[in-house]
């Protein structure tokens, strides 16, 4: 299993990214996929996932209206829209695969096996 992560930069504040995770020796459909970010000092926290069971998502609070998750199946990719985005978004993005988790640990690392390289996002004017 492996996961690819890009499409990182930096952006003023209320600006866009999309991120993207591609996945290679492994079917991405039947896993769930994560995003998880990291700022310097601070703890890894879960931001989205999409489930391989039936596509549906789950949203940090943080990020709720403001990023989307999706996957493009025929890609075997994933992807993080990143709108509106705020100095306090700035950290070092990873995604991540789990063949199963455990409904309300969707965002938890620990419930994740496969993670990629990080990918670095810096909201700043």
């Known amino acids: 299993v492996q996961l690819q992560a890009s499409g990182g930069g930096l952006v003023q504040p209320g600006g866009s990214l999309r991120l993207s995770c591609a996945a290679s020796r492994f079917i991405l459909g039947y896993y769930t996929l994560g995003w998880f970010r990291q700022a310097p000092g601070k703890e890894r926290e879960g931001v989205s996932c999409?489930?391989?069971?039936?596509?549906?998502?789950v949203y940090a609070d943080s990020v709720k209206g403001r990023f989307t998750i999706s996957r493009d199946n025929a890609k075997n990719t994933v992807y993080l829209q990143m709108t509106s985005l705020k100095p306090e978004d700035t950290a070092t993005y990873y995604c991540?695969?789990?063949?199963?988790?455990?409904?309300?640990?969707?965002?938890?690392?620990?419930?994740?096996?496969?993670w990629g390289q990080g990918t670095l996002v810096t909201v700043s004017s």
């Open positions: 991540a695969a789990a063949r199963t988790v455990v409904s309300g640990r969707q965002l938890e690392s620990y419930a994740y096996d496969y």
């Open positions: 999409i489930l391989g069971s039936d596509g549906s998502t």
